[in-house]
């Protein structure tokens, strides 16, 4: 599947005139950047690994107190999309370095809250029959509702109101995982079919030796997105991030899929 992805974004930012971007789409395993191009208006770039080498983190220093961005690309994603309960679950002493330390729980993650509550709803799952449980009941019992959360709730803030948006989702997922002994991080993602059209936060858990994309907002499958980066939770993958506060003046998020199956000219 090719997507095409279009972004501008403008926002006025304080007198550091720095920002931290994290907006470029990832080469990944199951996508292949085909093109892209990033323009911001009168600013330096610095470019810097992301989380865990996934990605890139941009430092964009503005001549102006006012942010212009616009990035386009192209996207093969080749990845399937697999039943989960297809999957299996490593023990914890196999775990290569890199999943191993998703188990941790994190700011936005606590899943050393959550043991006792996954012990005795998922019992009898393991692997990915387990994530797929812990999917289909966030998908249930959690309703999604836009401007419920904000940049500091909690997965245990979630948990409790049962209202959320997808960075809310996401984190449970994670949490849920963690709990239950299975890797999860954080994935910011562009998706296709996202209502409404923004950055899109999934969970990629750690099954039969691979990254499983897991979105429990049920709005796109892992064929569907296209990477930009991971963490432990929202707070190691932000698509923007500034030492003064950022003000919002214009933002448009755009993924489609060309309707020829080929890279549009």
Not at 161 to 169: A, I, L, S, Y
Request: aromatic share 8%; glycine share 8%; charged share 25%.
């Amino acid at each position: 599947m090719y997507l095409t992805i279009d972004l501008d974004m403008t926002y006025g930012i304080g007198p550091s005139r720095t920002v931290m971007l994290a907006i470029e789409a990832a080469s990944s395993t199951g996508q292949t950047l085909i093109a892209d191009h990033l323009e911001i208006k009168g600013a330096s770039l610095h470019r810097i690994e992301g989380e865990s080498g996934v990605g890139t983190r941009i430092w964009a220093h503005l001549e102006e107190q006012e942010l212009n961005l616009q990035y386009c690309a192209e996207v093969e994603v080749t990845r399937d999309d697999i039943p989960l309960e297809d999957l299996v679950a490593e023990p914890v002493h196999a775990l290569p370095a890199s999943a191993f330390t998703y188990l941790r729980p994190s700011r936005f993650c606590q899943s050393d809250e959550f043991s006792s509550f996954v012990t005795n709803r998922f019992s009898g799952l393991e692997g990915g029959a387990k994530i797929a449980a812990i999917r289909d009941w966030v998908a249930r019992e959690i309703l999604y509702l836009e401007a419920t959360s904000d940049t500091q709730t909690t997965v245990v803030d979630t948990f409790a109101r049962r209202e959320g948006v997808c960075r809310d989702f996401a984190h449970l997922v994670c949490a849920l995982s963690r709990a239950a002994g299975i890797p999860a991080r954080y994935a910011s993602v562009y998706g296709l079919g996202v209502d409404p059209p923004d950055f899109h936060a999934v969970a990629q858990v750690w099954l039969d030796g691979d990254w499983r994309f897991v979105d429990a907002t049920g709005m796109c499958t892992a064929a569907e997105m296209v990477l930009i980066g991971v963490g432990r939770d929202a707070f190691d993958a932000p698509f923007m991030e500034t030492e003064d506060e950022a003000t919002l003046l214009a933002q448009s998020v755009s993924v489609r899929r060309d309707a020829d199956g080929k890279v549009s000219q």
